[in-house]
Every structure is written in C-alpha cells, then in structure tokens.
C-alpha cells in the first residue's frame, strides 16, 4: 500500500533504516539531509546499533527496509550484499588538541595521553587493541570506555582527549564536530561498508532512491580506498 501511494505522490512515502551509530554519526545523515531537501515529504525511520549485523533479523522481519554500515564477513544466503567503500580507522583528536599541529607523531608517544574509545570485547575495540600490540605497545588506559559521537565529541572538544574514528565520520561530520585525524597509519585492514537487502524482494521506490543516494556520496570515499590500494 505504501509503494502504491508512492506512485501516486513520489514526493511522500516511509523508509526504514537500519545502521550502525558510526555510520550514524556521518554518511547517513548525509544521505538522509539530501533525500530529505530533495523530497521533503519523506518519512525516515531510522534504528541504530553496535553493529548493523544485530539488525538482520529486523531486516528479515521486514522491521527495516535496508541495512547500511560495515559489513562483517559473514555467509547469509538470503540477502544482497553491495559494497560502497572500505572504511579505515584513524586516530582522531578536537581541533584545538596541540597533537593537531604536529606533521609527524608517533604511536608510542600517544601511549599516555586521556583516551576514548570502545571496550575491548566490541569488534573495534578488539581491532584497536590488535593494532597497538601489532605496533609493539602495551594498550593505553582507556579512560572513558564507550560509544556515543556525542560523548566522544564533548570529550574531543576539551582539546585532552584521543580516539579511533571511522574515516567516513571524519569527512562528513569532521569539520562540524571540530575532529581531526592525526597523521599516524593504524596497522587495521579497511573493512567493506555497504548495503543490505533481502533477496526476492523488489526494492520499493524509497530504497531505491536511498541506495542511489548512498552510492553517490559514497564515491570520493571509494575512490581514496583505491588509491591507497595502488
């Protein structure tokens, strides 16, 4: 009933999302600030997670309409997969930071400053561990453990505090949010981030639209994944 009243109005319609809160914190309100200018009567519902693997079963259940954010390796017969970019972690501190204004810093030298960043027993969190270790340094005090681009933003801004952001949040969301990556290669593989839709079923005109939209905003960031590549 929905996509037939879509038909009638393309200017009108609900789309239900399903991410993760980094992919929250930058592409999609990107996407979801073009859709909206562009159909203002569009209705967006969007449901956050830890990882966008803990909403297949929404997706499913048809709770959601699509899933967008880093995509695990896993083996679902049932769904399609289409990849956008690859996301890479950088070490990010507030613009006001006096590490910002250093051309070279080492990891080690980092090894004692104010930290915020996920709990090892997440999935980057476990990655952020690995990385210092395969670095040869013990893991930083953790002071703040958790997730939340507000927490982390307000810690940030102090201008004490480090953490590990995904590149997609730096560039769309960076600038507003006064972060800044600092010049260090963290030793974590890019990881795919896409979208995820059911298999045997016909995209309704939204979701469409959506994932037109994603791939767009997603190209300069495909593009400095294959220039790193090469």
Known sequence: MKDIGFLLDP??????IGSNHAIGGGLLPAILDRLSSQRPRIVFRVKLGDEVVLHYHDLRER???LLLGRLLELKEDDVNVEVLFEERLYIVAGANNPWTRRRKVALKE?????????????YVGALIVDAFRASGLAVPHNTV????????????????FLSVLPGSL?????????LRALPIDLPIPPRPVGVVTLKNRTLSPLATLFIECARNLSKPLAAMSTTRKR
């Open 11 to 16: 200017m009108a319609g609900e789309l239900r």
């Open 63 to 65: 709770n959601v309409d």
């Open 110 to 122: 980092l090894l004692q400053e104010p930290w915020t960043i996920l709990p090892p027993d997440t």
């Open 145 to 160: 453990a958790g997730y939340g681009l507000e927490l982390q933003s307000a810690l940030l801004g102090t201008g004490r």
């Open 170 to 178: 730096l560039r769309f969301s960076g600038k507003r949010c006064g």
